[in-house]
């Protein structure tokens, strides 16, 4: 028999029935029809308030519902209360505090500092907030501070000077983009390693959720607000790579992704359809197949380990002492300190279709980019696409909603340390050049392309890019 932390008597809708909570923190009860209930405190439960002469548990319980596809229903997570009555005042104080008592040795967020970018993808993020994320900060009983972001880079500058000291954990509802600049903000501060520990949280309100996406998908969740909401609650935490790119003085830290070629443009391009959603992806992407770009330009790489064959032989293995960022400040994170001066460096001359850099294994909620992806394996993934037919690129942009597109003889897939890249001109029209994007935002646009006249953080010319393995953190599922 289980070991009981609490064993008491209670009413339920009436009835007298033995509450009691066990040592693995299972809560257990029958309620009025004689029906046995059981609640996981660590899954499940968000938290306890006394209310009278009454006892609240506010709970988070999963279901199956809403419809069914091929076969498998739709999980949801629904609040839910369960009303105690104690039977005496002394039993209720013991009842609340043994509950309690467990839920703070959970190690859960008590304070949290709330992003919300009401601008973003559809505008929801104000409703998703309202409807789904305030609801569960307040039954769980957090505390929490809310930022709208006004401008561009907002998330960015409160996240440099923010007092850290007050907080347990960052929240943004949005898409990816304000995760982007509240890890560029926090990496430009003085103490930035400490900075650095404190857990972020994600709430998808935008059009890409690429990372909420890869981590709720990691543990077979859905992508919902609900479930990043119990995600953060619940307080676990994980590790993530971020990649360091940088051209000369000017540096931008990654933390999803890099593209050039078909994948940059179409992101970028489509940007003048955004009032379609998430489906102006597909719609500009079979746009931009019919009248398909090739790129001229070459990558260099340093393979991880099972790699080393793949490309041709790169003279930058003497060069890559200066694979180390320049420090162009006092305070914050210069860069990762990696020694590749004894590295095999590998090539891929262009043409190219599309070269993708992948940290996290969803580039967006439809679209699955870097099936092998892990969060903080200390290397990015690389697609490569050099030469396809037509026909067989847009099958390709069809799979690629599970990944089994890098499965394609004209896919290169592969992992790697380091890369240098240099994009060149279209190859059919040598004064019109391509675009470099980041994490969804552009990082150089070259001559001709969309917007060509919107400065740029960078100009269309070789980067370099390394990554520093398990730098940021997240607050994750499991």
Not at 1 to 15: A, F, K, P, R, W
Not at 233 to 257: C, N, P, Y
Not at 282 to 301: E, H, P, T, V
Request: hydrophobic content about 40%; proline content about 4%; aromatic content about 8%.
């Amino acid at each position: 028999m289980d070991q009981h932390i609490l064993y008491d008597e209670v009413l339920v809708n009436g009835s007298k029935t033995a509450l009691t909570l066990s040592a693995d923190g299972i809560l257990q009860w029958y309620d009025h029809q004689n029906v046995l209930q059981c609640l996981s405190v660590e899954k499940e439960v968000l938290g306890v308030s006394i209310v009278g002469q009454q006892i609240i548990i506010r709970s988070f319980v999963e279901t199956e519902g809403g419809g069914f596809c091929f076969g498998s229903s739709t999980r949801n997570l629904v609040r839910k209360s369960f009303v105690f009555e104690p039977l005496s005042e002394d039993s209720r104080l013991n009842l609340c505090e043994k509950i309690q008592g467990y839920v703070d040795s959970l190690g859960r967020p008590k304070k949290l500092f709330v992003f919300v970018n009401p601008f973003g993808g559809r505008r929801s993020a104000s409703k998703v907030f309202t409807d789904d994320v305030k609801p569960i900060l307040d039954d769980a009983n957090i505390e929490y501070t809310l930022q709208e972001t006004k401008y561009q880079l907002h998330a960015k500058e409160v996240s440099h000077t923010l007092d850290l000291t007050k907080y347990d954990g960052i929240i943004c509802v949005s898409g990816d983009g304000i995760l982007v600049e509240v890890v560029n903000g926090l990496l430009e501060r003085e103490d930035w390693e400490a900075a650095l520990k404190m857990a972020i949280g994600v709430i998808p309100a935008g059009t890409g959720n690429g990372m909420i996406k890869s981590l709720l998908d990691s543990v077979g969740q859905p992508c919902t607000a609900a479930f990043a909401m119990l995600a953060t609650i619940r307080g676990h935490k994980r590790s993530l790579d971020v990649a360091t790119i940088w051209q000369g003085e000017t540096k931008f830290f990654s933390v999803l992704m890099l593209a050039w070629g078909l994948i940059a443009d179409v992101d970028i391009e489509s940007e003048q359809y955004r009032w379609m959603g998430s489906a102006r992806m597909d719609f500009y992407g079979l746009q931009r197949i019919i009248r398909l770009r090739k790129y001229n330009g070459c990558i260099s790489f340093v393979p991880a380990p099972g790699f080393e064959d793949v490309g041709e032989a790169s003279s930058l293995g003497v060069e890559s002492m200066s694979m180390e960022p320049p420090i162009t400040q006092q305070h914050g994170y210069h860069g990762p300190k990696v020694d590749l001066g004894n590295s095999i460096w590998r090539k891929v001359n262009g043409p190219f279709i599309s070269i993708w850099l992948h940290n996290v294994p969803w580039g967006a909620e439809n679209t699955m980019a870097a099936p092998n992806a892990k969060f903080d394996d200390g290397y990015l993934d690389l697609i490569v696409m050099r030469d396809c037919p037509k026909l067989a690129l847009i099958s390709l942009m069809s799979e690629m909603s599970n990944g089994h597109y890098v499965k394609s003889p004209h896919v290169l897939y592969i992992k790697v340390k380091a890369v240098v890249l240099e994009p060149g001109s279209r190859t059919s029209d040598s004064t019109k050049e391509g675009i470099l994007d980041s994490d969804g935002e552009v990082l150089a646009r070259g001559k001709g392309t969309y917007k060509c006249h919107l400065k740029s953080l960078m100009v269309y010319d070789k980067l370099q890019i390394v990554v520093d393995q398990g730098l940021a953190t997240l607050f994750t599922p499991i």
